[in-house]
């Protein structure tokens, strides 16, 4: 069973990588924004904040106008009540600040709020 999981999360992360173009963007951010706050699953919640935590850390697409609503909604995440989603959004979080700083270090702070 771990190794299925573990298979399904590599072809999952493949899949995401694999988007380019502002329309892949908008429908993976999407998709895993709705999942992850929304999923009665805490596997699927989890499952989301990995591929999420993935695509921040090795996409090559251009997610920075993004970045307020990832980071809204993995805060959110933050007060999950299972332990493994609530690790995986703090090492989510951290992904996406080191994107923030990295692709965007003069974006105001006021336009992520």
Do not use: N
Not at 39 to 57: G, I, K, M, N, T
Not at 86 to 111: G, M, Q
């Amino acid at each position: 069973m771990v190794l299925c999981v573990c298979q399904e999360l590599e072809y999952s992360e493949s899949v995401v990588l694999s988007v380019a173009d502002d329309t892949g963007v908008h429908t993976v951010i999407e998709f895993l924004l709705s999942t992850m706050t929304s999923s009665a699953s805490c596997a699927h919640r989890w499952a989301a904040v990995v591929v999420l935590q993935s695509f921040c850390d090795r996409s090559r697409a251009d997610f920075t106008d993004y970045i307020p609503q990832l980071l809204r909604g993995v805060i959110h995440m933050t007060v999950d009540t299972d332990q493994r989603v609530l690790l995986a959004a703090w090492d989510c979080l951290d992904s996406i600040t080191k994107v923030l700083l990295i692709r965007s270090p003069t974006l105001p702070h006021s336009s992520l709020i």
